[in-house]
């Protein structure tokens, strides 16, 4: 810039080998004749400029701005080429996890320090006869290049978009327009495929690479078979009438179905305060399990109908003297389609006629339960045809939120040949399953439907007697 040349003219105000090292420059230019381009120049990394303008920027236009402690961090960092030693790649930080973090470990850790190389493309858009007033120079363009190879322009470059506007503040009001072109060389065509060989050559090291950390051992079901994880998470439980919740459940494995010696099949929740959402009270839970289990049939006739394992689930309430009180039953049959689910399921809970059962529990606690959680649905002892639940009187409580992620793995998926075949029956089957809740769920929107009608119809013809007795 004409700035950099009046100043580094005098050997004296040079102060770095880099000022010096354009004072020679400076030097061979006016031996050559001069400069010839006064409007366009480039500030490079540890220019001057370049420290300057990044510890001047700030965040809000305020007068009276005063910057965080983050902003005072990254004031301090320079983002530069570091010239370090590398680091072996074998070499393992002694502490991986670090698990009481200071708090002055946590605000230092938070300082992002990519080092980078930023050159300025400047205009300089003062007018004839004045150039060289720091005043009137702009920054064009920033190019970064980061250590790891990546290069930013910003502004991008101009392609199909119009042109850069730079109005300035004056009595002429000028306004400059500019362009920023990729004037870089083509690749040529032998470059560009012995780039494509180094990339497939990379990736399918990487491939290897990670292929070794995995391992050979990697266990797969056997052909027919079907392996089910999932990765749950009670979310929450809301709408109960007292406070301190916790859940109770247990998975019932079908017939044909299987389950790892070592895993655990029920589980209890931390023991959770409610807090007020909206009209409800709500106990935010976030509790993780993990379930793994197994399908395998070995009668593939077609009257057999594969069942899907079924979650079971009770809500109780502790009180600071210890009174537990069951809040509700419910259950979740898991989904038979992979991926995310997130369903809220209904709870209900047995109740007695009279007032002592309800002073009982409001006093010292305690209130019907089930000895069998399978009662929910279908308890595993019943052998009949019908189940009766005459005279069992129940009472609706709140809902409970599970947020289930399904993976299933079977050999099948892998395989074009008879296997498949027999896999996409057995799944055909599971289909069934939410068929045919599909299909009780209509029936039931139907009969609640009807039931409004009848009330309407009811309603209105109680509102057209009236009426007409006030006529008469």
Known sequence: SQFEV??????????????????????????????????????????????????????????????????????TVRRRRQDRRPIEGSSLKSKVITWEPSEEFIKNNHVINTPVQTMYIMGDLGPYGKLGHREYEHVLCTIKVDSNGVITVKPDFTGTKGAYRIELDGEKRELWTYTIENASAQVQQEDA??????????????????????????????????????????????????????????????????????????????????????RDNVAYFCYLFTLEMFFSQEDESEDSFPQWPVLYF??????????????????????????????????????????????????????????????????????GERLSRLGFRTKTTGSVTFRLHCLQQSKAFLETSALRQRMQSVLDRFGGLSQQSSVYSVL???????????????????????????AW
């Open 314 to 383: 009770e809500v109780l309430s502790v009180d600071f003297w210890q009174r537990y009180r069951v809040e509700g039953y419910g259950s979740l049959v898991l989904p038979s389609s992979p991926g995310l689910h997130t369903l809220t399921i209904p709870t209900w809970r047995p109740v007695e006629l009279g007032t002592v059962s309800e002073l009982r529990r409001f006093f010292i606690g305690g209130s019907p339960e089930l000895e069998d959680l399978t009662y929910v649905r279908t308890p595993t002892t019943f052998k």
């Open 6 to 75: 009046d100043l580094y003219q005098n050997e004296s105000a040079c102060q770095t080998p880099l000022d010096r090292q354009y004072h020679q420059e400076i030097q061979k230019l006016e031996k050559a004749g001069g400069r010839k381009n006064y409007r366009i120049f480039t500030y490079t990394d540890h220019d001057r400029f370049t420290n300057l303008e990044e510890h001047c920027q700030k965040v809000t236009d305020a007068d009276d701005e005063v910057p965080s402690y983050l902003a005072q961090r990254m004031a």
């Open 193 to 278: 495929e012995r780039e494509q060989r180094v990339f497939r050559d990379l990736y399918s090291r990487h491939k290897e690479y990670l292929s070794s950390l995995v391992g050979s051992e990697f266990e797969m079901p056997l052909p027919g078979a079907l392996r089910l994880f999932v990765n749950g998470e009670i979310v929450s439980a809301q709408g109960y009438e007292y406070d301190n919740l916790y859940v109770h459940f247990f998975l019932e494995l079908p017939k044909c179905w299987s389950s790892p010696v070592l895993q655990q099949l029920s589980g209890v929740t931390q023991t959770c305060a409610t807090k007020k959402v909206d």
């Open 444 to 470: 039931e929107a139907f009969q609640r439907a009807r039931r409004r009608m009848q009330e309407a119809r009811g309603s209105l013809s109680q509102d057209l007697m009236g009426t007409a007795a006030a």
